[in-house]
């Protein structure tokens, strides 16, 4: 009964290529995110939707699109993998937008790009 | 721009003795104050929060108090255990504009508690 689930745990893939990692959540939560946490576990948000819609994209390269096909699902699409995409990606959702609310987390996916 | 910083850490203490993690902020308004930990190999959970000034977080035998005057929110627990040995990670969302629901991290606190 897993509140925000990940696939896959883990990602190993060679440079150029393209992968996706998805998310879901069974909380009924309007609001997902995406957050990356680099090898010295600093944790930067990407990405978040608000009922399908984006509301935050933290300059992040365009190689990365998010995808919300409906509230319950926030898929994130990286292209032409870089060394530099190696982290550990924490998908993240919460009632709705707003300040005092709590984030739920994912286990994470652990990508590494050979 | 809005920011967090944390203690350095690793802080390694042995059971039973207290633990203070230093956090402060910057940021404008009133945002609301978080204390996130993430236990090995796994995702980030809530462990307490404070949305107003003076209100303090409590959860597990820890404690924050959010000071508008000094904006820190410092963690605290005065018995630790074995068990508490994880990362901790301060955090604040903002009270309102563009950024609204976003959480900025401080860099993270390992702590390991020894028998």
């Known amino acids: 009964d897993t509140a925000v689930s990940q696939t896959p745990k883990y990602l190993v893939t060679q440079m150029g290529n393209d992968k996706s990692i998805k998310c879901e959540q069974n909380l009924g939560h309007d609001t997902m995110y995406w957050y990356k946490q680099d090898s010295k576990k600093f944790l930067k948000i990407m990405f978040s939707?608000?009922?399908?819609?984006?509301?935050i994209n933290e300059t992040v390269p365009n190689r990365f699109s998010p995808k919300s096909p409906d509230k319950a699902h926030l898929n994130l699409h990286i292209n032409s993998l870089e060394l530099g995409d190696s982290a550990v990606y924490f998908c993240?959702?919460?009632?709705?937008?707003?300040?005092?609310?709590?984030?739920?987390f994912g286990p994470g996916t652990r990508l590494t790009v050979l | 721009g809005d920011s967090v910083t944390q203690m350095e850490g690793p802080v390694t203490l042995s059971e039973e003795a207290f633990l203070t993690i230093n956090c402060t902020y910057t940021?404008?308004?009133?945002?609301?104050l978080f204390w996130y930990v993430q236990y090995p190999g796994e995702g980030l959970q809530l462990l307490l929060k404070?949305?107003?000034?003076?209100d303090k977080g409590s959860n597990k035998g820890f404690e924050a108090t959010y000071r508008k005057e000094t904006t820190s929110f410092h963690l605290e627990k005065g018995s630790v255990q074995v068990s508490d040995s994880a990362v901790y990670f301060c955090?604040?969302?903002?009270?309102?504009?563009?950024?609204?629901?976003?959480?900025?991290f401080g860099q993270g606190t390992i702590l390991t508690v020894h028998p």
């Open positions: 939707y608000n009922n399908k819609e984006l509301i």
């Open positions: 955090a604040l969302s903002p009270a309102g504009g563009t950024s609204y629901g976003k959480l900025t």
């Open positions: 993240a959702s919460s009632p709705r937008l707003a300040g005092g609310n709590t984030q739920y």
């Open positions: 940021a404008t308004g009133y945002p609301s």
């Open positions: 404070a949305t107003k000034a003076d």
